[in-house]
């Protein structure tokens, strides 16, 4: 018996050593941790529970039946995040790069479905070379499998992807399937195909990071959502959002016990917008100020940032923040804006996450490069994803809802639950100069007309209660109460079942 025992012990320590010392000791010199130190990081203390740690490669091509290397690139398994649980694979650079064999993929697709079957999240940790070359079309098939797992998982149990290394090949199609993906900066890149053959296709000359480095995939592409200095802090801020996600479609919202008052007015609230309605102010500012304990976790902080999207909680629970900002490009709709709250809202309806949307929005942004972009159907993603969603909608109006922009931001008419909006609320086709100079262009020689008509409209129109008085807006409240509106409306919403028409799905413009 004792030899069985330690029979197994040394199994295990064999698996454990990966790819062997020097290559654990070369992972480190890059300033990157080991699959399994990843692991370590990111679940509680003791709660993993590998499997498949003896897996090995069945190929006999180029010689490989001469190097196996026990768990064949990938550590999968399962553990806890704040006691709830999670399901994991993070591929080991120190074995054949992370490669992905037919073995390796079989890992992989196995934690995909145990996931999927027991309703859990998935977080997939990337540092690998692609396809193992030595196994061909094997490795094409195997990642195939995990890409359907992909898709059949994507709105049923969250999916995560944290590229912590090279990310090349097969291996970024799985990632862009996923609800996240968050990189490691300078240390890890994702392209679909490297410097090398770039320069061979295109004549370009490129390294790795311009070619796909987290500053670009934060900022130009919209790849990843978001990136951390090393390999701890993106897993502890891994940590972060899993604590804030609900585990499946079906499951709960998560709630933790709430500290913060939602009664006491925050005065400054009442301050926040500028006397100058041209004047910018940052609208993160009044979402730290509702979120409990200014507590927020922003999603692609650096790419679109004319709006801001993320999740907070507002009494222990989470919500999503959708939000336009008047800080850049004076908080306009364009295309990247739209691509990426429209992706954020459907994430949010998926789960039943509710949504806080407010608004100060000048209207969609004007332009060749926008039309040319295809604005039309990029605006069209966010009004499709604001329309279809069924969660807790609700809406605030801190400034500016002009024109299309109005619709489309949660608007009453989109089926907004509760749509508020703050006296200094402007709800209108247009701003006040634009509207005379087109309804009064006769006058438009005539300084003294044009400044009584603009007042006129101004008046009549550049206030919350035409909308008030059509029943559009259910409130004008005071700015100093919002968190306690919000969270009385999220309570009063917490049963709402609102289904949408039988569909096999829908087909909103990509
Ligand atoms: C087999 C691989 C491998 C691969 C790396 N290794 N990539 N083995 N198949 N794809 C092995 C190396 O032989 C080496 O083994 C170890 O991993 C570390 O690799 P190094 O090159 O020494 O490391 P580094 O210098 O850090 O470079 C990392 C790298 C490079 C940039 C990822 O290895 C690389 O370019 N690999 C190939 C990438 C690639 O073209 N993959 C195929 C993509 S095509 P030893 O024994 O020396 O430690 C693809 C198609 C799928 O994926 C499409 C499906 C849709």
Redesign the pocket.
């Known amino acids: 018996m004792k030899d069985v025992l330690k029979e197994l012990e040394r199994r295990r320590d064999m698996a454990r050593m990966g790819?062997g010392q020097a290559?654990i000791d070369a992972q480190h010199k890059?300033g990157k941790l080991t699959a399994r130190e990843r692991i370590d990081v990111f679940l509680d203390e003791g709660s993993f529970e590998e499997f498949d740690m003896y897996v090995e490669h069945r190929s006999t091509d180029f010689g490989m039946e001469k190097?196996k290397i026990a768990g064949d690139g990938v550590v999968t398994g399962w553990g806890t995040v704040n006691g709830r649980p999670v399901y994991l694979f993070a591929k080991d650079?120190?074995v054949?790069?992370?490669?992905?064999s037919e073995a390796h993929a079989e890992k992989v697709v196995k934690v995909q479905e145990m996931a999927l079957r027991n309703r859990a999240p998935i977080v997939g940790l990337y540092d690998?070379?692609?396809?193992?070359?030595?196994?061909g079309v094997a490795?094409?098939g195997g990642?195939?499998e995990i890409?359907q797992r992909n898709v059949l998982a994507s709105g049923v149990i969250p999916q995560i992807s944290v590229i912590m290394?090279?990310c090349?090949?097969?291996?970024v199609?799985s990632p862009a399937m996923t609800d996240f993906i968050f990189m490691v900066r300078d240390t890890s890149y994702m392209f679909v195909t490297?410097p090398?053959v770039v320069k061979t296709v295109t004549n370009e000359t490129v390294t790795?990071e311009s070619l796909g480095g987290a500053s670009v995939h934060t900022t130009k592409s919209s790849i990843a959502d978001g990136a951390y200095d090393n390999d701890v802090e993106a897993l502890l801020q891994m940590r972060r959002l899993v604590d804030l996600l609900p585990a499946s479609n079906t499951a709960e919202i998560p709630e933790i016990e709430c500290y913060q008052s939602v009664t006491d007015h925050d005065l400054s609230l009442d301050r926040l917008i500028p006397d100058n309605a041209n004047k910018p102010y940052d609208i993160k500012e009044l979402i730290l100020k509702i979120a409990d304990e200014g507590d927020f976790f922003e999603i692609q902080q650096s790419f679109a940032k004319n709006i801001v999207t993320g999740f907070g909680r507002v009494e222990g629970r989470t919500v999503g923040f959708v939000a336009n900002q008047p800080m850049v490009l004076a908080g306009v709709l364009d295309s990247d804006a739209s691509r990426k709250a429209a992706r954020f809202v459907r994430f949010c309806d998926c789960f039943s996450i509710p949504i806080v949307t407010f608004v100060d929005v000048p209207g969609f942004l004007p332009g060749t490069a926008q039309e040319y972009g295809g604005l039309i159907k990029h605006g069209a993603k966010l009004l499709f994803a604001y329309a279809e969603a069924t969660v807790p909608k609700i809406t605030v109006i801190t400034r500016k809802a002009y024109g299309g922009a109005y619709d489309v931001m949660a608007s009453k008419h989109l089926r907004g639950d509760m749509n508020y909006a703050w006296p200094t609320a402007q709800i209108a086709v247009m701003g006040a100069r634009g509207a005379v100079e087109i309804i009064y262009r006769k006058d438009i020689g005539d300084a003294e007309k044009i400044a009584a008509h603009t007042k006129a409209y101004e008046d009549r129109f550049l206030s919350p209660f035409v909308a008030a008085e059509r029943g559009y807006v259910d409130e004008v409240i005071m700015p100093h109460s919002t968190r306690r509106r919000i969270a009385r409306a999220l309570r009063m919403l917490r049963n709402k079942d609102m289904p949408n028409p039988w569909k096999k799905h829908d087909n909103i413009p990509l």
């Open positions: 790819g290559r890059k190097t650079f120190t054949f790069g992370g490669s992905l690998a070379g692609g396809a193992r070359i030595q196994e490795a094409l990642y195939a890409f290394g090279p090349a090949g097969g291996d199609y490297g090398d790795a």
